[in-house]
């Protein structure tokens, strides 16, 4: 049943929508469609005009509706190949020019956090925000011995709205997945239990300090990418400082093109960087949207907003690689195998209808470029395929999906004749010969070489030990898991049924058999026909209670 919050929330979202001049999308929607003509009878609809366009409108809105609409509308930013230029620009400036909350709240907060006056640990505090996003905002500052640095400071009393907006898509996820049909393939309630956790990862600033110390480890010896310094006993759960960074941004093509940026180069290089995080560190920016991502003097790439990272388990990672190969290489039936074989799609799947309809929808983007894909089209028939043939979504991987959606957004922009598949393969190509044949395996040998050097001295030991003891018949194999004893638990229930089984079926025998020796029953016991009524009654009784529960 719905929450009296829950409630409250929808109506505030249809009056913000309606605020805005959006509500033909309320009035769209399934539920009010049969009372869509409402919108054409209402008087203030008939000479209502709004001064600004739709993705000025379409923007103030996500603003006031929270950090989750926003991150909804900075996805969206990305993908100007399916919305109107208008709407994809004017999104873009969800990024980083979100409304900002007071600087001097922002000062009480790190005074808070520090426990002490902020002259005391800065020399300059710049109250006026550098950037502002959904869920922090970022300001400048200068510590004490004039090293420049920006201080980022999660927005107060977020974390409640967060819980109050991800209470109500789980309530969503929750009916979707309980009365639509498509619910259980797709999974809602696993995306968005994937969803709270990144957001409520992006709320602990210690956690983006140690994934922005982790990636800068990662690329310290790369010219591809270049991260922040975090400036370690300044960091507090709400309160991050780094290194300040000075660049261009990504989104500023005129500016780049008069530095002399080769962007054909700086699209490639994306790619790369993509590709590198995923497959060699298996660690990956899961948030590489524009407002994000600056090119540097030297145009290498820098990042920032360490927030939402992802990893993939060692399967999935490798399933992911050969699948990127296999369709680089057009080997769709490969495609198909690995599918089945990671049970994305069911066990029963027949492989060679898969490959055909894979092999529709991906053969007309090869050796075209990117302006010359239509996604929309590609999405659209990728989500047809997965719905014949009952493909799951996979949680794990949404934010992959996420991320790969953002970097093919970037490429757009930047170069939109690269050629992103000939790109990636040579790279993946390179990554897979590391993973498998001989070098793989002196690669694990030499990883494992320290554990074995610690572990061999005692196997002869162990070894006499173990022989001594089974030579005197002590070696004894102890195997405990709940899977074991409740097997052992049924084995026994099963004895006793059976037994109980044996009982009552002789119990009704002997009574078939006295009642046919009428006469002969002894007296007492009124004679045959009632001696016989007793023990074919508790025979019955004895045979109902030994019938297995699960087969009544």
Same mark, same amino acid.
């Given at each position: 049943?719905?929450?009296?919050?829950?409630?409250?929330?929808?109506?505030?979202?249809? !009056?913000?929508?309606?605020?805005?001049?959006?509500?033909?999308? @309320?009035?769209?929607?399934?539920?009010?469609?049969?009372?869509?003509? !409402?919108?054409?009878?209402?008087? /203030?609809?008939?000479?209502?005009?709004?001064?600004?366009?739709?993705?000025?409108? $379409?923007?103030?809105?996500?603003?006031?509706?929270?950090?989750?609409?926003?991150?909804?509308?900075?996805?969206?930013?990305?993908?100007?190949?399916?919305?109107?230029?208008?709407?994809?620009?004017?999104?873009?400036?969800?990024?980083?020019?979100?409304?900002?909350?007071?600087?001097?709240?922002?000062?009480?907060?790190?005074?808070?956090?520090?426990?002490?006056?902020?002259?005391? +640990?800065?020399?300059?505090?710049?109250?006026?925000?550098?950037?502002?996003?959904?869920?922090?905002?970022?300001?400048?500052?200068?510590?004490?011995?004039?090293?420049?640095?920006? @201080?980022?400071? +999660?927005?107060?009393?977020?974390?409640?709205?967060?819980?109050?907006?991800?209470?109500?898509?789980?309530?969503?996820?929750?009916?979707?997945?309980?009365? /639509?049909?498509?619910?259980?393939?797709?999974?809602?309630?696993?995306?968005?239990?994937?969803?709270?956790?990144?957001?409520?990862?992006?709320?602990?600033?210690?956690?983006?300090?140690?994934?922005?110390?982790?990636?800068?480890?990662?690329?310290?010896?790369?010219? !591809?990418?270049?991260?922040?310094?975090?400036?370690?006993?300044?960091?507090?759960?709400?309160?991050?400082?780094?290194?300040?960074?000075?660049?261009?941004?990504?989104?500023?093509?005129?500016?780049?093109?008069?530095?002399?940026?080769?962007?054909?180069?700086?699209?490639?290089?994306?790619?790369?960087?993509?590709?590198?995080?995923?497959?060699?560190?298996?660690?990956?920016?899961?948030?590489?949207?524009?407002?994000?991502?600056?090119?540097?003097?030297?145009?290498?790439?820098?990042?920032?907003?360490?927030?939402?990272?992802?990893?993939?388990?060692?399967?999935?990672?490798?399933?992911?690689?050969?699948?990127?190969?296999?369709?680089?290489?057009?080997?769709?039936?490969?495609?198909?195998?690995?599918?089945?074989?990671?049970?994305?799609?069911?066990?029963?799947?027949?492989?060679?209808?898969?490959?055909?309809?894979?092999?529709?929808?991906?053969?007309?983007?090869?050796?075209?470029?990117?302006?010359?894909?239509?996604?929309?089209?590609?999405?659209?028939?990728?989500?047809?395929?997965?719905?014949?043939?009952?493909?799951?979504?996979?949680?794990?991987?949404?934010?992959?999906?996420?991320?790969?959606?953002? $970097?093919?957004?970037?490429?757009?922009?930047?170069?939109?004749?690269?050629?992103? /598949?000939?790109?990636?393969?040579?790279?993946?190509?390179?990554?897979?010969?590391?993973? @498998?044949?001989?070098?793989?395996? /002196?690669?694990?040998?030499?990883?494992?070489?320290?554990?074995?050097?610690?572990?061999?001295?005692? $196997?002869?030991?162990?070894?006499?030990?173990?022989?001594?003891?089974?030579?005197?018949?002590?070696?004894?194999?102890?195997?405990?898991?709940?899977?074991?004893?409740?097997?052992?638990?049924?084995?026994?229930?099963?004895?006793?049924?059976?037994?109980?089984?044996? +009982?009552?079926?002789?119990?009704?025998?002997?009574?078939?058999?006295?009642?046919?020796?009428?006469?002969?029953?002894?007296?007492? !016991?009124?004679?045959?026909?009632?001696?016989?009524?007793?023990?074919?009654?508790?025979? @019955?009784?004895?045979?109902?209670?030994?019938?297995?529960?699960?087969?009544?």
């Amino acid at each position: 049943m719905i929450r009296f919050s829950h409630f409250f929330r929808l109506a505030h979202i249809s !009056l913000v929508l309606a605020r805005h001049g959006l509500d033909e999308i @309320v009035l769209a929607t399934h539920l009010f469609r049969p009372v869509r003509f !409402l919108l054409y009878l209402a008087p /203030w609809n008939w000479f209502r005009r709004y001064p600004d366009p739709p993705g000025v409108r $379409i923007r103030r809105a996500l603003e006031d509706l929270g950090p989750i609409f926003v991150k909804f509308g900075q996805i969206l930013s990305t993908r100007k190949d399916l919305l109107p230029d208008d709407i994809a620009s004017e999104l873009t400036r969800l990024q980083d020019r979100v409304p900002p909350f007071p600087g001097a709240l922002a000062r009480q907060v790190v005074e808070r956090a520090y426990g002490c006056p902020l002259e005391q +640990v800065f020399q300059r505090f710049e109250e006026t925000p550098l950037a502002s996003a959904s869920i922090a905002q970022v300001h400048t500052a200068t510590l004490m011995d004039g090293t420049d640095v920006v @201080v980022k400071v +999660v927005r107060p009393g977020i974390e409640k709205v967060i819980r109050r907006d991800v209470s109500l898509l789980l309530y969503i996820a929750e009916l979707a997945e309980r009365y /639509w049909r498509e619910g259980r393939r797709l999974r809602p309630c696993e995306v968005v239990a994937e969803f709270q956790k990144t957001l409520y990862d992006e709320l602990d600033l210690l956690r983006e300090a140690a994934n922005a110390s982790q990636l800068r480890r990662n690329f310290s010896t790369s010219m !591809l990418l270049y991260v922040p310094e975090v400036y370690w006993p300044h960091c507090q759960r709400n309160v991050m400082v780094m290194e300040r960074i000075y660049g261009t941004p990504i989104g500023n093509i005129e500016e780049l093109r008069r530095q002399g940026v080769d962007f054909k180069e700086l699209a490639e290089r994306g790619v790369e960087i993509f590709f590198t995080q995923v497959f060699r560190d298996n660690f990956f920016h899961a948030d590489m949207h524009p407002g994000n991502i600056f090119v540097g003097a030297d145009h290498r790439y820098i990042a920032v907003d360490f927030g939402i990272m992802g990893t993939l388990s060692p399967v999935d990672q490798h399933y992911l690689a050969e699948n990127f190969l296999a369709f680089f290489h057009r080997d769709y039936r490969r495609v198909a195998e690995l599918h089945v074989e990671s049970e994305w799609v069911p066990a029963g799947t027949r492989v060679d209808e898969f490959e055909a309809a894979i092999r529709t929808v991906c053969e007309p983007i090869f050796e075209r470029p990117l302006k010359d894909i239509s996604f929309g089209h590609l999405l659209l028939r990728l989500f047809q395929t997965a719905r014949r043939f009952n493909m799951e979504v996979q949680p794990q991987l949404v934010l992959l999906q996420k991320t790969l959606l953002n $970097i093919e957004g970037l490429g757009r922009q930047l170069y939109p004749e690269l050629d992103l /598949w000939q790109t990636a393969k040579p790279f993946l190509e390179r990554w897979m010969s590391e993973q @498998v044949g001989a070098r793989a395996l /002196w690669k694990n040998l030499r990883k494992s070489a320290p554990q074995w050097a610690e572990t061999l001295p005692e $196997i002869p030991a162990l070894m006499h030990k173990t022989l001594s003891a089974a030579s005197e018949g002590k070696l004894q194999l102890q195997w405990q898991s709940e899977e074991l004893v409740k097997l052992r638990r049924e084995l026994r229930q099963h004895h006793k049924r059976n037994f109980a089984a044996i +009982v009552g079926t002789g119990l009704l025998l002997s009574a078939a058999i006295i009642f046919g020796l009428d006469g002969y029953a002894p007296a007492m !016991l009124g004679g045959a026909p009632l001696l016989s009524w007793l023990l074919g009654v508790v025979g @019955v009784a004895i045979l109902l209670w030994a019938w297995p529960g699960d087969e009544r």
